[in-house]
């Protein structure tokens, strides 16, 4: 049964603690799952990973680019170094993951963190950290698998040291849709064929043991709380996650996809009637937006329940680019609308 809300990942509070305690006393009867908030440098996503790359033999840095007011440093290979050859060693994913872990486990069994409720990581996929930080190389595939291999041992760390009962496994998959799905004629979509794309998410996916929890967050970016490329409507994600269950070998607890603010019509929705919803066990909708509240969630909330009955209910991404003062009103609002929504 899909629970009444979600969260997707990074909520910029002090610290990690701030973060378990603050959302089980808002809405953490509303939740299956708890993330740690991607505090402090997680906040802005991928960017974080910049000083690891920096610190990398054989990788020189290039210059700057922004990304909707975010500084992404760019790097480049030293004359010599094959990017097969790149050791990224330790990332940092499996440090914070552990350490947050122990955390969770502690409040959970103080009574703070519900007694069934599980930890959760979300992770970026690797072309999400690689493009970034390598943009226009025309290596990036091989750099992409190179930095893939770092991550799933980020990801055996974290396995063996959290029970696998107790955690939930996010693939964040964002870069994929806004630069490449909906860009099909970019660059970097003839450099990672979107069949391609597909067989590495379910390659990550399948890794995952299934015991452990898997969710998708589809994403088209939330810089600026403005999506990179608007969607047309949830067509584009429907037909991805239909290939994505068909390319996995396991089942998918969630999947969790964004709704732009202006959008409370039905057509935005339509295409869901065609999701294959059998390996599926939960769908959230990133519905809920701070900027018209209440009103607006009831507004799109009416209009997906035109096509389905069976859905939680989110933000469209993250917290982790919404100034800190806002997060306790908006973690309000959730549970605002949790209730309403259940009584709906």
Not at 202 to 210: F, G, K, M, N, Q
Request: hydrophobic share 40%.
């Amino acid at each position: 049964m899909t629970a009444a809300l979600h969260l997707v990942g990074s909520i910029p509070l002090q610290s990690t603690e701030r973060v378990f305690r603050e959302v089980s006393q808002r809405i953490g009867p509303y939740l299956k799952r708890l993330p740690d908030g991607e505090t402090g440098a997680r906040a802005a996503w991928t960017a974080w990973q910049g000083k690891i790359v920096e610190r990398v033999d054989g990788i020189v840095r290039t210059g700057v680019r922004d990304v909707q007011g975010i500084p992404y440093p760019t790097y480049g290979l030293r004359p010599g170094l094959s990017p097969e050859h790149i050791d990224f060693g330790n990332l940092g994913y499996a440090d914070v993951a552990i350490a947050s872990w122990r955390d969770f486990a502690r409040l959970r069994g103080e009574g703070v963190i519900g007694a069934s409720q599980k930890f959760q990581v979300s992770l970026p996929t690797p072309l999400a950290v690689i493009q970034a930080f390598f943009w226009g190389n025309p290596d990036l595939p091989v750099i992409c698998a190179t930095y893939e291999r770092a991550l799933v041992a980020e990801l055996a760390r974290m396995l063996e040291a959290i029970p696998h009962g107790d955690f939930s496994l996010q693939w964040d998959i964002a870069v994929e849709f806004h630069r490449i799905w909906e860009k099909p004629d970019s660059d970097l979509a003839r450099q990672f064929p979107s069949a391609t794309l597909i067989e590495t998410i379910a390659r990550l996916s399948d890794y995952i043991p299934r015991v452990v929890e898997l969710g998708w967050h589809f994403c088209y970016g939330d810089a600026g709380h403005k999506h990179f490329v608007e969607p047309h409507d949830t067509g584009l994600m429907v037909d991805i996650g239909n290939q994505l269950t068909a390319a996995t070998t396991r089942d998918v607890t969630w999947l969790h996809f964004p709704v732009p603010r202006d959008r409370s019509d039905t057509g935005y929705f339509k295409p869901l009637a065609k999701l294959k919803r059998k390996r599926i066990a939960e769908l959230y909708i990133g519905l809920i937006h701070l900027t018209d509240g209440l009103e607006g969630a009831r507004r799109r909330i009416a209009a997906a329940r035109e096509v389905i009955s069976d859905f939680g209910l989110a933000t469209e991404c993250g917290f982790g680019r919404r100034p800190p003062d806002t997060i306790l009103a908006l973690l309000d609002l959730h549970r605002g609308i949790a209730k309403g929504s259940i009584r709906g």
